[in-house]
């Protein structure tokens, strides 16, 4: 009996050992993973070769000499395999340009003398197309009262039908900088085509890229090749992955004044137009740099929600949101359903307790001067 015990103690040494043991090889081959990780990153390689995890695999099974069966051994390398690639993926997102690590915290952007990311909420506010200069003008003078700052309104609008108003085009750019400039106003718009960029950077503040257009590589460069902030919406049916590669090209191109911008992707949910992505923005939050809003208007495709999902972006982190003012929705040429009046947007200010126009104009030019504006 004692000798048994002996024994056993014995054996339990040993097996602490090779524990040990096997953890020190893991080790070691999660050093030499991240080095390959580091060429293939390098290389703009793909991480995952399954044809070499097949080889690898096929080689491991002819040298088991038992006791456990082929069947175990192999399922045990894959789940190393997998915490392999898994090291991989961290460490590709690490070396993008755009990650947090590379600054430590959220580098603000400029806009004028206005300053996205440092602190403060955010509002950019305004109808969902430019459809007269009185229209315009409605909206921009009850926004300016409140202290809002960046107006938005799409001049060139990515409609899904051919027939459906396309907007004012050139006209409508030249309305939005005559009444930002009447009003003290900075001007959000979205351009769809390249051709358009001197057109933009003469009569706005920021370029908006629209959901549609995450993905247009030649866009994202021509607006990567300008100094003007723009404001990147996440396509509708990418993921947070790509929405960063997407801001990868503008960045690339050396135009540092990158807004994130969550706008909903579209899910089975039906009374919602799309599903805001709370849990993208937090990790947008952590992963990047770069400031980020959140549209509340596009995510939903309703006004009566708008207040919570506010809420909800501010508690989760989001530098601002984004949110369609109408002066007279119901007959809004676009978006109709979801643009708040000018009363709501009132009610809106006064929920997130921005209504104090003092507040939202707390980062004027003073804090402006002192804030570094991204290298
Ligand atoms: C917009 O903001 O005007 C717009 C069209 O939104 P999205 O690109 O997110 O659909
Ligand atoms: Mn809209």
């Given at each position: 009996?004692?000798?048994?015990?002996?024994?056993?103690?014995?054996?339990?040494?040993?097996?602490?050992?090779?524990?040990?043991?096997?953890?020190?090889?893991?080790?070691?081959?999660?050093?030499?993973?991240?080095?390959?990780?580091?060429?293939?990153?390098?290389?703009?390689?793909?991480?995952?070769?399954?044809?070499?995890?097949?080889?690898?695999?096929?080689?491991?099974?002819?040298?088991?000499?038992?006791?456990?069966?082929?069947?175990?051994?192999?399922?045990?390398?894959?789940?190393?395999?997998?915490?392999?690639?898994?090291?991989?993926?961290?460490?590709?997102?690490?070396?993008?340009?755009?990650?947090?690590?590379?600054?430590?915290?959220?580098?603000?952007?400029?806009?004028?003398?206005?300053?996205?990311?440092?602190?403060?909420?955010?509002?950019?506010?305004?109808p969902?197309s430019i459809e007269?200069?009185?229209?315009f003008?409605?909206?921009?003078?009850?926004?300016?009262?409140?202290?809002?700052?960046?107006?938005?309104g799409g001049a060139?609008?990515?409609?899904?039908?051919?027939?459906?108003?396309?907007?004012l085009?050139?006209?409508g750019?030249?309305i939005a900088?005559?009444?930002?400039?009447?009003?003290?106003?900075?001007?959000?718009?979205?351009?769809?085509?390249?051709?358009?960029?001197?057109?933009?950077?003469?009569?706005?503040?920021?370029?908006?890229?629209?959901?549609?257009?995450?993905?247009?590589?030649?866009?994202?460069?021509?607006?990567?090749?300008?100094?003007?902030?723009?404001?990147?919406?996440?396509?509708?049916?990418?993921?947070?992955?790509?929405?960063?590669?997407?801001?990868?090209?503008?960045?690339?191109?050396?135009?540092?004044?990158?807004?994130?911008?969550?706008?909903?992707?579209?899910?089975?949910?039906?009374?919602?137009?799309?599903?805001?992505?709370?849990?993208?923005?937090?990790?947008?939050?952590?992963?990047?740099?770069?400031?980020?809003?959140?549209?509340?208007?596009?995510?939903?495709?309703?006004?009566?929600?708008?207040?919570?999902?506010?809420?909800?972006?501010?508690?989760?982190?989001?530098?601002?949101?984004?949110?369609?003012?109408?002066?007279?929705?119901?007959?809004?040429?676009?978006?109709?359903?979801?643009?708040?009046?000018?009363?709501?947007?009132?009610?809106?200010?006064?929920?997130?307790?921005?209504?104090?126009?003092?507040?939202?104009?707390?980062?004027?030019?003073?804090?402006?001067?002192?804030?570094?504006?991204?290298?």
């Open positions: 009996m004692l000798e048994s015990t002996d024994r056993l103690v014995e054996f339990r040494k040993q097996i602490d050992q090779i524990n040990l043991r096997i953890l020190d090889l893991l080790c070691q081959r999660g050093g030499i993973v991240q080095e390959i990780g580091r060429i293939h990153a390098t290389h703009e390689d793909q991480f995952f070769h399954p044809e070499r995890e097949t080889a690898m695999l096929a080689e491991i099974v002819i040298h088991n000499r038992g006791p456990y069966s082929d069947e175990t051994i192999v399922h045990l390398f894959k789940e190393i395999f997998k915490a392999s690639l898994h090291l991989t993926e961290q460490l590709r997102v690490q070396q993008l340009l755009s990650h947090r690590s590379r600054a430590g915290q959220t580098q603000p952007v400029q806009v004028q003398d206005w300053i996205v990311g440092n602190g403060n909420f955010t509002i950019v506010a305004g969902c007269s200069r009185e229209q003008t409605r909206v921009a003078e009850a926004l300016a009262g409140q202290g809002v700052r960046l107006v938005r060139f609008k990515p409609r899904t039908s051919p027939y459906a108003f396309q907007g085009g050139e006209a750019l030249r900088h005559e009444v930002a400039q009447q009003f003290g106003l900075m001007i959000v718009s979205e351009i769809m085509d390249p051709r358009d960029r001197d057109l933009f950077i003469e009569y706005v503040d920021v370029l908006q890229i629209g959901a549609r257009n995450m993905c247009n590589s030649p866009l994202l460069r021509a607006v990567g090749e300008t100094t003007k902030p723009v404001l990147l919406k996440r396509g509708m049916m990418s993921t947070v992955e790509e929405l960063l590669l997407a801001a990868e090209y503008i960045l690339l191109q050396g135009n540092r004044n990158v807004i994130l911008c969550e706008r909903g992707i579209r899910t089975f949910e039906p009374w919602t137009r799309n599903t805001l992505d709370l849990a993208g923005v937090a990790l947008l939050k952590q992963e990047t740099y770069l400031p980020v809003i959140v549209d509340i208007s596009h995510s939903a495709g309703r006004r009566d929600i708008a207040i919570p999902l506010a809420r909800a972006a501010r508690a989760v982190g989001a530098d601002g949101i984004m949110v369609e003012v109408h002066p007279n929705p119901a007959v809004a040429r676009s978006d109709n359903k979801q643009q708040l009046d000018l009363e709501q947007f009132k009610q809106l200010l006064i929920a997130l307790d921005l209504m104090d126009s003092a507040s939202l104009r707390a980062v004027e030019v003073g804090e402006a001067s002192r804030q570094a504006v991204p290298a």
